[in-house]
């Protein structure tokens, strides 16, 4: 990757398309097909070429509150591996942990965690298009689901918050990029159905706009911790952080691999 300190890479944006989302509304299905033909999705990529600033040097910089992300440098006693598939996995208990003291929360709750390992079609792959993993209303039903599994009553300011980091660093290509909150309108961001086989669920995919703001840690290390909102209830904080793995050098072939695991974070 390039030492500069600012990069000009393709943000996969969702193009806008009035008429036919007042028809229906934009989904992406991930439920396998039984005769062909079928559309996996109906929205369309708009790819605009964006500046990702390199903040390496900067990191205190932003804060989760303010910008909806920060970096965090903490070595994790126990390693991320890709065998990580339960929450009850020692790693996502640790980073239970960490995040409970980072925050200052009450209680913090792992539900979910996934690895990616770019070009090895066994696993996941880098996501190359800006979204944020939940919506406000998808996020709500996370948190009562839990509430109502501990018999507990929703508690007044709660978090779903995401933690990023390498399984293997440095990160030399497909960099993750973060888009300042303060650079995002909410009307930039589009509820979108994700279909799977057992359930639907409700992400948010970004609408192009000029002022967004994006940054990324250049070779970002496993050390490196990446802090993402995915939403609070707090409504003079920040709220999500719209993310997207980038290619500046799409003809690289690095291999990237990463850990990413979503907590409940009840104040």
């Known amino acids: 990757m390039a030492s500069s300190p600012t990069i000009q890479a393709k943000v996969a944006y969702m193009k806008p398309d009035d008429e036919l989302f007042r028809r229906e509304k934009p989904y992406v299905s991930l439920v396998p097909f039984v005769s062909h033909g079928g559309k996996f999705t109906n929205t369309t990529i708009d790819e605009h070429m964006m500046k990702i600033e390199n903040i390496r040097g900067r990191e205190t910089d932003f ?11 903490y070595n994790s006693k126990e390693k991320p591996t890709h065998d990580i598939l339960s929450p009850s996995h020692p790693y996502m208990q640790e980073m239970a942990n960490f995040l409970k003291a980072f925050l200052g929360a009450n209680e913090v709750t792992v539900y979910d965690g996934s690895t990616r390992k770019v070009g090895d079609p066994k696993f996941l792959q880098a996501s190359l298009y800006a979204h944020v993993d939940h919506t406000v209303a998808n996020c709500r039903w996370r948190v009562k689901q839990l509430m109502q599994a501990c018999g507990k009553k929703m508690p007044k300011h709660w978090a779903i918050t995401n933690i990023w ?7 030399m290509g497909s960099p993750l990029a973060v888009c300042d ?14 279909v799977f086989p057992h359930k639907v669920m409700e992400v948010y995919y970004v609408k192009h706009n000029p002022i967004h703001q994006w940054y990324y840690l250049q070779d970002q290390n496993v050390n490196e911790v990446l ?41």
Request: net charge negative.
């Open 165 to 171: 980091a390498p399984i293997k660093g440095p990160i």
């Open 227 to 267: 802090i993402m909102k995915t939403c609070d209830s707090n409504g003079e904080k920040s709220s999500c952080c719209a993310h997207s793995a980038v290619m500046p050098d799409p003809g690289a072939n690095v291999v990237r691999e990463s850990i990413e695991a979503r907590f409940i974070v009840e104040y």
């Open 63 to 73: 804060s989760l509150d303010k910008n909806g992300f920060t970096y965090v440098s």
């Open 181 to 194: 909150y303060q650079s995002l309108d909410r009307n930039d961001l589009v509820a979108v159905d994700s």
